[in-house]
């Protein structure tokens, strides 16, 4: 995880040697909190603050959860609801995300550029709506037209399946990945948005159903 945080010092050590007006824009997450319990959110939480200490026009840009695009989340999720009646959730499935189209972030980041904008800034970039993982995989079942039906598997469970299953050669979740599902993923509200660059992001609903029928 310290490469995450070496890596970035080094580029912005650059940076500041060849040109200190470019704008440096650097991908995280919601959530990101240098007290968290997990090692990766923590640098990453100490990587945000260099690049904003150290630099003088970053752009840290924290999404929700991205579908489209090939995203991980779908990929992964989507088979398993064709192929299985019974589908697995962590947990109670009852922690909420806000899940983001990818072309609207793009979409951001195209008028973060566009505008020339100066300082430091942290934008948040959230969906429409706010899910629980369990009203979204219905929603999933509904888009699909099919009758699935959820099984809880605790999170210490969990927790050890994932354990033996990053021991093995194949790329299903890793243990950083199951901390997500155990906590809220939402927009703090005390940063920047959407509206702040002048977009209003596309209705998730319609677009996870859309992804789902191309699919």
């Known amino acids: 995880q310290k490469k995450i945080k070496e890596f970035n010092i080094d580029l912005i050590s ?13 991908f995280t997450g919601l959530g990101i909190d240098k007290d968290s319990t ?21 752009f840290i840009i924290r999404p929700g959860i991205i579908l489209g695009g090939g ?3 779908l990929k992964k999720l989507l088979p398993i ?3 299985s009646f019974f589908v ?21 980041v195209e008028n973060i550029i566009q505008s020339k904008l100066k300082g430091n800034h942290t934008f948040e970039l959230v969906g429409t709506e706010v899910f629980t993982y369990r009203s979204f995989y219905s929603y999933l079942f509904e888009c699909l037209e099919v009758k699935r039906y959820l099984f809880q598997i605790p999170f210490f469970l969990a927790k ?4 033996i299953i990053e021991k093995m050669p194949i790329e299903l979740i890793s243990l950083e990945q199951l901390k997500l599902f155990n906590k809220d993923s939402l927009a703090s509200n005390i940063y920047k948005k959407f509206s702040d660059l002048g977009i209003k992001p ?13 699919k």
């Open 14 to 26: 650059q940076l500041n040697r060849l040109d200190r007006s470019k704008s440096f824009i650097f």
């Open 38 to 58: 997990s090692i990766r959110t923590r640098t990453i939480a100490e990587t945000e603050e260099y690049i904003k200490k150290n630099y003088a026009n970053s």
């Open 71 to 73: 995203d991980q989340f």
């Open 81 to 83: 609801i064709k192929i």
């Open 88 to 108: 697995p959730i962590f947990g109670t499935g009852e922690k909420r995300f806000q899940p983001v189209y990818v072309d609207d972030v793009a979409k951001a």
């Open 160 to 163: 050890l399946g994932v354990f």
């Open 202 to 214: 596309q209705d998730i609903r319609k677009i996870v159903n859309n992804l789902i029928m191309k």
